[in-house]
């Protein structure tokens, strides 16, 4: 589409018709003219008076018409001839170019700022591994000197804490071992009494009962033996009477066996018992609380070495961490490159990337492309965005070397439109386009951020009618073309087709051989001038032709 003013069909009253054409000029000179002011009309002298008053008013009429419009359009000066041809189709774009394969080496010190103290100039060629940056460490050398303190304190509470464990669980082996050994005691305690002392003790009682009862019955044998004596006169009564007391002697001794044999039933044998199993029971308890205590104690002291130690591990892994950052205070490259230091904020001077810049966390410092691998970046306007495609054929030509063409391809177009910004009031939609360079030259000596132009083959036409683009202006989304022929300059309205930004296809319209003036726009935005400044509708009547006017080719 070829853009144009807006206005009405009306011809263009030539305002230069004695004035002849200027000689024709190539069609790739047209940029190098200027529009002339079109000549006065001189007015004849040799009338008669009644002709020249009407000459007079009608001059007059028509010099108020002409100076009413200020922008008239000119005279045809420059010509082409409608002819057939090939038309190439292409669509053109500049762009930057940048490398293919490129390295972004970010900021790796965490924190919110930190000083650049020494830079590699921009465009030094760099080995894997040279250094390119140092930032400041003073700040980083305090807090790692300050972290490795905490850490060493931390180490050593847990290895107190470690040992403190150990300690804990051998006093608890040995503290249950003593307790389940006094359980084991108070049972074999109450054992032994229950079968061993309480019988002995019984079978003892119960023996001397025995003994007591034959004694008291030899006892009685012998008194009864002494009392029948004592009768027939063989014995005194002393001797009955010590036999007497000794039958009282055997009984008391019975009765104390007794005795002891129902103490030892009732009262001695059940409280020894009872006690012994008390005893027993508080073994058992005091086991099971010695064993409770003493897991308590190991899970306490469990807990304190754990956490000493986690707290140790954080500390090492925050003294680790500071000393990777002061191992990142050098920047180094990660990569064979030429270093190309990014600007995102160029009116920033203390965000740019040089000694005394500050630079914050993950922010991109430097790029490291490879120059073997180029690529052209461009931004094809929404108009012609659908023309482009992946892997079509792209000539390249870089303004430091014009004189070279280099072969390319279209390796990705944008899905979505490039953002401009909320300052770009434009409202211009452009795609990102990517060109990859191929079989790049050794010598050719591409650098990133060069200005190449790209030219993209579409189609190709052939025997077509076609005339340079300045020879069609459009109007509504209606096109018109200006004929030169002998008659005058005639509006023409015409169907295009395809173009690229030097000629452009005629479907309708225009036959071959005609001479088209090449200022159509001009002549377009005249006529709506015009119309505006004497208010008349645009009519599509030719117009008159120019005395003495010549025509050229193309």
Not at 53 to 65: C, F, H, N
Request: net charge negative.
């Amino acid at each position: 589409m070829i853009p144009g003013p807006k206005t009405m069909n009306t011809p263009i009253e030539p305002a230069d018709a004695a004035r002849p054409l200027s000689r024709p000029v190539p069609v790739d000179a047209m940029s190098r003219f200027a529009d002339i002011a079109p000549g006065r009309r001189r007015r004849t002298r040799s009338i008669g008076w009644k002709t020249g008053v009407v000459a007079a008013l009608a001059a007059t009429v028509a010099g108020a018409a002409w100076w009413a419009a200020p922008a008239q359009a000119p005279g045809p000066r420059v010509t082409a001839t409608v002819a057939r041809s090939e038309l190439a189709i292409t669509v053109t774009e500049r762009g930057d170019l940048e490398s293919s394969k490129t390295v972004d080496v970010r900021c790796e010190v965490e924190g919110e700022q930190i000083k650049i103290v020494q830079v590699l100039p921009e465009g030094t060629r760099v080995a894997d591994g040279d250094v390119v940056l140092h930032f400041d460490t003073d700040k980083l050398s305090r807090s790692y000197a300050e972290q490795e303190v905490k850490w060493r304190s931390a180490d050593a509470k847990a290895r107190a804490a470690k040992e403190d464990l150990e300690v804990q669980r051998n006093k608890a082996a040995s503290e249950v071992a003593k307790a389940r050994l006094a359980l084991l005691l108070a049972d074999i305690d109450l054992d032994k009494y229950l079968n061993g002392d309480y019988q002995q003790e019984r079978r003892t009682i119960q023996g001397d009962m025995l003994i007591a009862e034959e004694e008291l019955k030899r006892a009685r044998v012998r008194r009864d033996d002494s009392e029948r004596l004592q009768r027939k006169g063989y014995v005194s009564a002393s001797e009955v009477d010590a036999d007497g007391l000794a039958v009282i002697k055997s009984q008391n001794t019975l009765d104390v066996a007794r005795e002891k044999l129902r103490m030892l039933e009732d009262f001695t044998r059940k409280r020894q018992e009872a006690e012994l199993k008390a005893n027993a029971e508080e073994a058992r308890r005091e086991l099971d609380r010695t064993t409770r205590s003493q897991q308590s104690s190991i899970a306490k002291a469990q807990g304190d070495y754990e956490v000493a130690e986690v707290t140790a591990s954080l500390e090492k892994a925050q003294l680790d961490k500071l000393h990777l950052q002061l191992d990142r205070c050098v920047v180094r490259a990660p990569q064979d490159g030429i270093v190309v230091y990014a600007k995102d904020r160029p009116w920033d001077r203390a965000s740019r990337i040089e000694a005394g810049g500050v630079v914050h966390f993950q922010q991109v410092l430097f790029s490291l492309p490879d120059l073997g691998r180029m690529q052209v970046k461009v931004k094809v306007h929404e108009s012609a965005i659908k023309k482009i495609a992946p892997d079509q054929h792209v000539e390249v030509r870089v303004d430091a070397y014009s004189d070279r063409v280099l072969d390319g391809v279209v390796d990705s177009v944008a899905t979505l439109a490039d953002s401009q910004g909320w300052f770009d009031q434009r409202g211009v939609k452009e795609y990102v386009t990517i060109v990859k360079i191929e079989e790049l030259p050794d010598d050719a000596g591409l650098k990133p951020g060069m200005t190449a132009e790209i030219r993209v083959l579409i189609d190709r036409l052939t025997d077509v009618l076609v005339v340079p683009v300045e020879a069609v202006a459009e109007d509504a989304g209606e096109h018109s073309s200006f004929v030169v022929a002998p008659g005058g300059v005639e509006r023409r309205p015409v169907v295009v087709g395809e173009s690229n930004e030097r000629f452009v296809e005629i479907r309708e319209g225009l036959r071959e051989g005609e001479q088209v003036a090449l200022d159509a726009r001009a002549r377009l935005e005249a006529l709506g001038e015009r119309a505006k400044a004497n208010g008349l509708a645009a009519r599509s009547e030719p117009v008159r032709p120019a005395v003495g006017a010549s025509h050229a080719g193309w």
